[in-house]
């Protein structure tokens, strides 16, 4: 079971856990053993509330795929175990972050100062660049 906050989970059967031969270096080993795992997430399926199904579906991430499943692949480990945690501990982070609210960004004016500072240094650059020029008078 995942606890994304205090009265929303995911019950572990929502979860579809598959093991796969992780990628990559890793010897003799990595071509013995199915260390990685494919977690798989279906939004539309699940028990979440909807404000968490909108958020998620609205997201351009390539990890969701246009049936509306997750599909997270966790290879860093070398355990099974190891992988399973950090691939829910990964769909956790995500849905934190979907239905994190933004903050409405608020216009500001520049201060009189800060103008005149800005118009200041790009007139002493434009100076300092107009004597780059060829030196003639030979």
């Given amino acids: 079971m995942i606890i994304i906050s205090g009265n929303v989970t995911i019950p572990e059967d929502e979860l579809e856990f598959s093991a796969i031969r992780a990628q990559g270096s890793g010897g003799q080993n990595v071509n013995k ?21 909108e958020r998620l579906l609205n997201l351009k991430d390539s990890r969701i795929n246009k049936d509306g499943v997750i599909v997270i692949k966790a290879q860093q480990h070398r355990t099974q175990e190891k992988n399973r945690q950090d691939a829910c501990e990964r769909l956790h982070a995500m849905i934190k972050d979907a239905t994190r609210v933004q903050k409405t960004r608020r216009s500001t004016k ?19 660049k107009s004597l780059r020029g060829k030196v003639s008078g030979y």
Avoid at 35 to 53: G, Q, T
Avoid at 110 to 128: A, L
């Fill in 33 to 53: 053993v199915s260390s990685a795992i494919h977690l798989r997430f279906d939004i539309k399926k699940s028990s979440l509330p909807d404000f968490y199904k």
């Fill in 110 to 128: 520049p201060t009189r100062s800060s103008q005149r500072k800005r118009v200041d240094t790009k007139t002493q650059r434009g100076k300092t």
